[in-house]
T-cell receptor
């Protein structure tokens, strides 16, 4: 019974490059959430998606960041033209249609050189 | 005022001690409440949901006071393995918006 799968675990990018983070939800879960944890900070909500729909993206920066959860395949969080301030741990969670409980993946640690 | 506010900590306690964490939330329309734990910047793991009637899971007891907008977690007979950051988490979204809002966390270290 696989849990939430995120990859890669660690990602290093140079300023100006693109970062793609992937998340496969738990089996039977149709809702995906992305959260970001900056160094020494708490987790902050970024975006909430269901299959092919963005439900709430109020926590996602308006520029350079985008997210999708296609009909087939994992959810993708995409960061274009990365900057040093994007360095953080990005956690994906999934839940059943009831919204609870949310289970988290191991996270992707993004480092920007 | 922060949406979810926790004791800043850190807490250092000996094995066997009882420790209590407190948390307040600002949005009275909040619907669901949880305690998660996070070890050394790993992924948050659900410890327990919190219900209005209060609930217990082994050594852990959670309480919710909706009138005061206050949540607590009590750990009895603490173990070394309880050392972690404890996160107070609230679903403020309302309706079918299930996004979670996290407190900054309280670090607990249980010492031998």
């Amino acid at each position: 019974n696989a849990g939430v799968m995120q990859n890669p675990r660690h990602l290093v990018r140079r300023r100006g490059q693109e970062a793609r983070l992937r998340c496969s939800p738990m089996k039977g879960h149709s809702h995906v959430y992305w959260y970001r944890q900056l160094p020494e900070e708490g987790l902050k909500f970024m975006v909430y998606l269901q299959k092919e729909n963005i439900i709430d993206e109020s926590g996602m920066p308006k520029e350079r960041f985008s997210a999708e959860f296609p009909k087939e395949g994992p959810s993708i969080l995409r960061i274009q033209q990365v900057v040093r301030g994007d360095s953080a741990a990005y956690f994906c969670a999934s839940s059943p249609p009831t919204g609870s409980p949310q289970h988290f993946g191991d996270g992707t640690r993004l480092s920007i050189l | 005022r922060k949406e979810v506010e926790q004791d800043p900590g850190p807490f250092n306690v000996p094995e066997g001690a009882t420790v209590a964490f407190n948390c307040t939330y600002s949005n009275s329309a909040s619907q669901s409440f949880f305690w998660y734990r996070q070890d050394c910047r790993k992924e948050p793991k659900l410890l327990m949901s919190v219900y209005s009637s209060g609930n217990e899971d082994g050594r852990f007891t959670a309480q919710l006071n909706r009138a005061s907008q206050y949540i607590s977690l009590l750990i009895r007979d603490s173990k070394l393995s309880d050392s972690a950051t404890y996160l107070c988490v609230v679903n403020i979204g309302g309706g079918s918006n299930y996004k979670l809002t996290f407190g900054k966390g309280t670090l607990l270290t249980v010492n031998p």
